[in-house]
């Protein structure tokens, strides 16, 4: 637990490290996309009801990302992923890309 908060802090508020000095890990990244999800969605739940639904397509995004990353994709999920978008809202085929 100590490693991966490390890990949050060092990617969060410090700037990137060279490539050679990658501490990347499937438990880190797991950790951090755990903890930006939560982060949202609290600050989603603080800000005016008139303001939540801003925030809709950005937590689904994040729920998303996290959804893919415990897990290796199948061609299912993508499938649904994209049907699942809606016009005017975040796109994950970014995440799909980098990730495949």
């Not at 797991?30 to 903890?35: G, T």
Request: charged fraction near 20%; charge should be negative.
């Amino acid at each position: 637990m100590a490693d991966e908060l490390h890990y949050v802090v060092d990617h969060v508020f410090l700037p990137p490290k060279l490539p050679q000095e990658d501490d990347s890990s499937d438990s880190n990244d797991a950790a951090l996309c755990d903890l930006v999800c939560q982060v949202a969605k609290a600050y989603c739940n603080d800000l005016p009801a008139s303001k939540q639904g801003r925030w809709a397509p950005i937590l689904k995004m994040l729920d998303n990302i996290h959804t893919f990353h415990k897990s290796s994709l199948s061609d299912n999920q993508i499938v649904s992923a994209m049907q699942d978008m809606q016009p005017g809202g975040i796109s994950n085929l970014a995440y799909f890309y980098f990730t495949i």
